[in-house]
């Protein structure tokens, strides 16, 4: 069943290998969160597509789940000798990336197209999509002032309070129309286990983006990246809660209101079933937390089967 993925960095990228390992070679879309690029030195470094991208070709590094694994970092250090600050750990394989990336989109290509070819010569099988073409950039407001997303995530440890998040250049952004075919083809949505705030919601906030999943026939299902109150992974947990989000599976739930018609949650986070029903969806409770690669896809298989039972009668609303 062709499935289109929504994903943000390491957790979504690990449910989308799982989805792509689960499924026939090509039935794999995955778009991808773009408001965490920046440009440092020079170039375009988009995490979350890397992240995605070297997951999908089996290239990820398994410590970090970001970065290429066995890679050096002789560039890096010789930036040091320069004198530059190396807080953004660069390896080198990675590097190639982001000089190809910046100087193919200097030549006039699209991120989208940049992306393509870039997937295509790394053997992933399927298609990995930009969420738009557009730059955006992730804001996030803290008492110290606002900061650019990698500054609060990396550079600062997520150390801040979140007061909130602006999408800098959303309004200018549009659904690419590869993205909006694939949505045109596609049997199954799945939201990854990602950050709702940072990582999905800036994809859900391109504009259109939400009307064209909404008016898409296909069931949507989201996986929770909360369970037992917790982040799997990053600062969604905090992120939720100083923005006034309850964080739990059913708070997950409430902020895909009426754009999925199934969640999967945690077998821990039973006692928020009931609620999460309230909102018209349906929901499979299961081992939600993927260690090893052989959990990536039990729960992709899984997710695809609860999918393929949301049919008529489960509109999500
Ligand atoms: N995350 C870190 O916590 N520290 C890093 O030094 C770091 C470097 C890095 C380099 C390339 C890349 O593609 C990703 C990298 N990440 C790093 C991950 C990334 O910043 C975050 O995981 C995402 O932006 C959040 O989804």
Not at 86 to 96: E, H, I, N
Not at 200 to 206: D, F, Q, S, T
């Amino acid at each position: 069943m062709k499935t289109l993925a929504l994903a943000g960095g390491v957790g979504g990228a690990k449910l989308a290998a799982g989805l792509q390992a689960a499924l026939p070679d090509g039935d794999l879309a995955t778009v991808v969160n773009t408001a965490d690029d920046f440009t440092l030195w020079g170039l375009h470094i988009s995490p979350d597509l890397d992240t995605v991208m070297y997951t999908l070709a089996g290239l990820a590094n398994p410590q970090t789940g970001w970065g290429i694994a066995e890679d050096s970092s002789a560039a890096l250090s010789m930036l040091g000798r320069y004198g530059e600050d190396t807080w953004f750990k660069l390896g080198d394989k990675d590097l190639a990336t982001h000089v190809l990336r910046t100087g193919r989109l200097r030549a006039g290509a699209t991120l989208t197209e940049v992306t393509a070819g870039l997937a295509a010569a790394l053997g992933v099988r399927g298609a990995v999509f930009p969420m738009c073409d557009e730059r955006v950039s992730t804001i996030v407001h803290t008492p110290e002032g606002p900061l650019e997303f990698q500054d609060y995530f990396v550079r600062r440890r997520q150390k801040d309070e979140v007061r909130g998040v602006e999408l800098r250049g959303i309004e200018s952004a549009r659904v690419p129309r590869s993205v909006s075919e694939a949505l045109d083809g596609t049997g199954l949505v799945v939201f990854c286990p990602s950050n709702p705030v940072v990582s999905i919601g800036p994809i859900l906030a391109v504009p259109g983006m939400a009307e064209a999943l909404k008016a898409a026939s296909a069931p949507k299902v989201a996986v929770s990246p909360i369970v037992g109150g917790r982040a799997l992974k990053g600062p969604a947990d905090r992120m939720m809660a100083s923005l006034g989000s309850e964080v739990s599976a059913a708070g997950v739930a409430r902020m895909y209101k009426g754009l999925v018609n199934g969640m999967v949650i945690d077998r821990r986070d039973e006692a928020d079933q009931e609620e999460i029903e309230d909102f018209g969806m349906r929901v499979l409770l299961t081992d939600a937390v993927m260690r090893d690669e052989p959990d990536r896809e039990r729960l992709a298989r899984e997710v695809l089967e609860f999918g393929g039972t949301l049919g008529v009668g489960t509109e999500a609303r």
